[in-house]
Nanobody
Framework: QLQLVESGGGLVQPGGSLTLSCTAS????????IGWFRQAPGKEREGVSC???????TYADSVKDRFTVSRDNAKNTVTLQMNSLKPEDTAIYYC??????????????????WGQGTQVTVSS
């Protein structure tokens, strides 16, 4: 079974930055699209960003120009750099893997393997 582990969450003040990492074990990320999703209390899990197996990126409108996703296949890691954080970014952040081709849409149904999540809290 594919295993993904998120790290880097924490408490940050509005306007601050955090870097989340998603590391795979028991499989190589090469060939997989990797997505980032988040779920706030009482809300549906929503897509944040995705990086395709070839490095193409997709962002939700709410994070565009603030978040940047990148991958390092040699380290088997995908990173989500989050800048200019807002209180509404507070959520549990999950990474997920999808073995599909083409454009990386941030669609939950495409992703079959999920990490356990890491908490991000933006508050003063």
């Amino acid at each position: 079974q594919l295993q993904l582990v998120e790290s880097g969450g924490g408490l940050v003040q509005p306007g601050g930055s955090l870097t989340l990492s998603c590391t795979a074990s028991r499989f190589t990320m090469i060939g997989y699209h990797i997505g980032w999703f988040r779920q706030a209390p009482g809300k549906e899990r929503e897509g944040v960003s995705c990086i395709s197996s070839s490095g193409g990126t997709t962002y939700a409108d709410s994070v565009k120009d603030r978040f940047t996703v990148s991958r390092d296949n040699a380290k088997n890691t995908v990173t989500l750099q989050m800048n200019s954080l807002k209180p509404e970014d507070t959520a549990i952040y999950y990474c997920a893997a999808a073995l599909i081709y083409g454009h990386c849409a941030i669609n939950k149904a495409d992703f079959g393997s999920w990490g356990q999540g890491t908490q991000v809290t933006v508050s003063s």
